[in-house]
């Protein structure tokens, strides 16, 4: 399925930021590579439930980073292979692997719209989110290369951040909840200018990124139309991150510190049942 060279410019721009982001959130404290290495960073609890006993599972982690997560769902059992765009994500996560003893682990360098050409296999569970598919223009095509890398009976996991929630002007003062950026997919992707990501650490050089939503009816209909069966679609109250900046840690974190990565964030109490955050689904391939 080769991607659509009208997007090849937004791509590249990302794909910069992204490259030159892996060295700073190897060393960030947000990331806690040091607390990862000694087994405290694990994937959030809902994650973990949603998706159930891995063990002897294949697992393809589509987007993913340098490798955290994708090592997360190894040490729970899986052998995990996990793919991203970015040679520095890439390289880092296969030498994470190394660091933390999983040496069946793969990382395979693509973009997502090309991982058919790139990947002849299929899995058991195809794994994604936590910040993935706003960076894709087209949730159909994404949908049909999920759909081709999951075996008969296998299915795809997304914990995602939800459409609603990324709709919202994120820079007010007065915590308002005010629709500023389409909730739709739409052809020209929300673009912005920023030296820090979402951790912390120092300013990147590569600051301009591009950016689209997808509607969560599209998400499901791309699901659906993909040939895979809906098992479930849930939508939280609760983020894996702090997408609005005056959202409260749903629990104590002892310092103050946003970065900690699986602190999990809500609105405050008046406005937490306006609004879902994430949302989370299971989509099978008929066997
Ligand atoms: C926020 S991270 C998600 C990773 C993971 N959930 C985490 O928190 O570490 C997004 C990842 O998507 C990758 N990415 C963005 N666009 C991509 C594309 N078109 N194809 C493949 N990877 C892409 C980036 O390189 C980055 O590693």
């Known amino acids: ?22 060295a700073i959130h190897a060393a960030s404290q947000g990331y806690d590579l040091q607390g990862y290495l000694r087994g405290e960073k694990t994937l959030y ?9 891995v063990r002897g599972r294949t697992l393809l982690h589509l987007q993913c980073h340098f490798g955290m997560d994708t090592l997360n769902w190894a040490r729970l059992g899986a052998t ?12 880092r996560a296969r030498l994470l692997a190394q660091e933390v003893g999983i040496h069946d682990a793969r990382f395979v360098l693509s973009n997502v719209y090309d991982a058919p050409a790139v990947l002849a296999e299929q899995f058991d569970i195809v794994y994604t989110g936590i910040g993935a598919l706003n960076w894709l223009p087209d949730i159909t095509a994404w949908a049909r290369v999920v759909a081709s890398f999951l075996k008969p009976g296998g299915f795809l996991y997304l914990y995602e951040g939800h459409p609603m929630a990324a709709a919202m002007d994120d820079e007010r003062e007065d915590g308002a909840l005010v629709v500023r950026y389409p909730y739709f997919e739409v052809e020209r992707p929300i673009e912005w200018d920023d030296e820090h990501t979402y951790t912390d650490g120092p300013p990147l050089k590569n600051t301009r990124g591009f950016e689209w939503n997808h509607g969560l009816g599209e998400v499901v ?18 983020a894996a991150w702090q997408a609005l900046p005056w959202m409260e840690p749903v629990h104590h974190v002892p310092d103050g510190s946003r970065h900690q ?17 994430m949302y989370s689904l299971k989509a099978t391939r008929p066997a």
């Open 1 to 22: 399925m080769p991607r659509d060279q009208k997007h090849d410019p937004f791509f590249e721009t990302n794909l910069a930021r992204w490259d030159e982001a892996v």
């Open 45 to 53: 609890q809902v994650e973990m439930d949603e998706v159930g006993d």
């Open 80 to 91: 995990v292979t996990g793919l991203d765009f970015s040679p520095s994500a890439v390289e």
């Open 221 to 238: 209909d791309a699901v659906l139309q993909a040939g895979l069966r809906l098992d479930f679609l849930h939508e939280h109250r609760d």
């Open 261 to 277: 990565r699986r602190t999990q964030w809500w609105l405050p109490a008046a406005q937490r049942d306006l609004a879902p955050l």
